[in-house]
């Protein structure tokens, strides 16, 4: 087996754990009623709208769906990064107002175990990673670049 063939089916498995692990998390957020509000809605939007660009790579695979595919994986890193942020302050506040006079680890350790899970946003984050690791020197790129390279050699 040729370093090329092991690389595409490498590419290949990230796809797939990606369309799993995208199918997998909107269907929990759904389920757990993650839409009741404009910020809960946001992984959900995200979700589908990677599921829509990964059926477009899939069907018309180019250098543009491949751009399109980098830019909705840095956009659910964002999501997971700031879905981090939402869920620790929203556990802390909840914390200081159940108890205001709690500070140093016993607070951090209450925040992290908190009625909202704190870490699971970064799902999300780990999912925009599997999506640009497949993206990464991704042959579509090479194939219009070097087309483009042609195309300007013949003017």
């Known amino acids: 087996m040729s370093q090329s063939d092991v690389t595409n ?3 290949r498995y990230l796809l797939l754990t990606l369309a799993v692990g995208m199918a ?6 759904l389920l ?3 839409v009741e ?3 809960q809605l946001i992984p959900v939007v995200l979700l589908g709208l990677g599921a829509a660009v990964l059926a477009w790579h899939a069907a018309a695979p180019r250098a543009i769906t491949v751009r399109t595919l980098q830019v909705t994986m840095v956009l659910f890193l964002l999501s ?3 879905g981090v942020s939402l869920h620790y302050r929203g556990n802390l506040e909840f914390e200081l107002e159940m108890y205001p006079s709690m500070r140093g680890f016993e607070m951090i350790q209450k925040t992290l175990t908190g009625a909202t899970p704190v870490l699971a946003p970064g ?7 599997i999506g640009l690791t497949y993206s990464y020197r991704h ?3 090479d194939t219009d670049t070097q087309s483009s390279r042609d195309a300007e050699g013949e003017s």
């Open 80 to 82: 997971g990064l700031v």
């Open 123 to 129: 799902s999300m984050a780990l999912l925009g990673l």
């Open 24 to 29: 997998g998390m909107t269907t929990e957020l």
């Open 32 to 34: 757990i009623g993650h």
């Open 9 to 11: 089916a490498i590419r």
């Open 37 to 39: 509000s404009v910020q």
């Open 139 to 141: 042959p579509c790129l």
